[in-house]
């Protein structure tokens, strides 16, 4: 049976207490570790998400060795590189899964006719909102965890992430193993293991998003710098972390 027909009611909210406290204790835990309590803890109600960077392919890869049939799902606002969908069938292909594809409501044309062409130009925010904030929002309801890359070091508002949190603005469980690993720790990995990757990161794509919003970065600038570039914007949206609700 495909893993993703599987629907179960998603944990009751007193798990964000037990997620708190159990905190302090995942501090140490490996990536791995983190992979296998996630599965053993939700079962069929977790799932990866990822867009396939280095970050990402790592987490696919160590989870593909814990268990065959894990979840993974990406956002794919149809602005992606053909690189990005080449290794997408890679993964497929390697890893024997099938990715999760979750689509903004609004077709590329349909934005276009009515918001206007090149609207990422004119407000990044608001295409990132309807291409990838809502479809999220969308799949997350479905979800009682959520496991994703990324590390502290990456943005100034990723670093106080926690290995294993309450995600309060989308209101389920967040895993981020490798939240406290370094660039280097995951190129390591991705050597080590023979993982693939996508084939822009050996052209001076450290990042990788949308076609229209990414370019290469130039020596010596951050690895973020090609995200966005002209817009003081860091972040889709995704990751931004809001107050704690009740
Ligand atoms: S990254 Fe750019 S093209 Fe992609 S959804 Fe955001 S603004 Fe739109």
Sequence with gaps: MNAAAVKEKPIAPPMKDHIVSLQASAVHWTPQRTLAWAFEKFGNTVAISSAFGAEGMVLIDMAARIRKDFRLFTIDTEFLFPETYALMDRIEEKYGIEIEKVFSVLSPEEQARSHGPGLWSRDPDRCCNMRKVEPLRRKLKDLSAWITSIRRDQTSTRSAAQRIEWDAK?????????????????????????????????????????????????????????????????ECGLHMIEPAQS
């Design 170 to 234: 989308f209101g389920l469980v967040k895993i981020n193993p490798i939240v406290d690993w370094t660039s280097k720790q995951v190129w390591r990995y991705i050597h080590d293991h023979d993982v693939p990757y996508n084939a822009l990161h050996d052209q001076d794509y450290p990042s990788i998003g949308c076609m229209h919003c990414t370019r290469a970065v130039r020596p010596g600038e951050d690895a973020r710098a090609g995200r966005w570039p002209g817009f003081s914007k860091t």
